[in-house]
């Protein structure tokens, strides 16, 4: 009895690839013909299937989402002393690609509920030296990139998604990643779409494209092997990571599906847990998509959610507290005040979701959560 309890107890992660398609005849096929570097069919395969689903002409695969983000500003031309405004809630990568560059993070509060980047903060923060603005569709939820891009367009900054939790999400119907002047998107373990580790930069330009793939191969010449004019980088991605992610674009849809009847299923249990649970609104048109199953404490600060977590993990269901803000971190840390950015963090908390999960392991969650918050 003990030891099935512990066992079912260890059940529930929190999040874990969806890997039951062509996964395993794609990459096998690499083993069987060599192809296990950075050449390989998989490779524009890959790329040529996620820019229909981010809605571009364009994607270029990278080794991982933190060097997307990087080469992509590069590309867009960031260097030593420029500023570049982002969301003070988000993954740290946004912040270090920026710092990669020699430029300055120039950290905007958010909006509640949905902890996007609050446009309003724009006009505020904007110098004679930023250069442009990273919108990040935070857990699956687009920002407003119609007020973001309307903002850099007017002031010729560029535009930066940041969408490396949102695959598929839509605003109006038209898929995040084709809003700004690129995107990027990341293939970790536990994202929607996932290589094992992955990236890619996403654009309508031709140019832009072309840029991030000299950059990402070395800087070399396209039209002269071994000739590197510039410094680039080498970020490719392999054709074994490239297989896994075509094999996961096939099957998109159906991995949607689960995720979203997951999330229906979680409203309906969390609807139950009533004022205890913050409620969040999203805005007319915004289709996102369920990446962790965030939820928000209705009182409390980080003392009482970090209780939280930690009853539910002694109960053997894995959480995590939602991101610390960039400005309370060492590297980033930012003395302005940051309301909501302070009040909603510490107040969140991400919960499984996943393809695996099953009603009866939400219902636990949601039964755990409960009690814990008791
Ligand atoms: C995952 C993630 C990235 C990129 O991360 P990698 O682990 O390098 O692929 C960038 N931004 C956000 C918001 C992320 O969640």
Redesign the pocket.
Known sequence: MGIETTALLQDIALAQPDLGGNELKYVTECMETGWISSIGRFIPEFEASFAQLAGTTHAVATN??????HVALVALGVGPGDEVIIPTV?????AN?VRYCGAIPVLADVLPGTLNIDPEELQRLVTPRTKGVIS???YGVPADVTSVGDFCRARELFHLE????AHGATVDGTPVGSFGDAA?F???G??IVTTG???AVVTNSAALAKRVRLLRGQGMDPDRRYWFPEIGYNYRMTNIQAAIGLAQLERFDQIMSARIDTARHYELRLAELGAEIERIEIPAGVNPVP?LQNVYLADGGAVRRDAVVERLSSRGVPSRPV?YPMHVLPAFVDSRPFPVADDWTARGISLPLHTALTVDAVDRVCDELAAAMA
């Open positions: 991982n989402g933190t060097t997307a983000l988000t993954y740290v990568a946004t690609a990040v569709h935070l940041d969408a490396a939790e990027i990341s293939f970790f536990n994202k580790e992955g990236g990446w991101f």
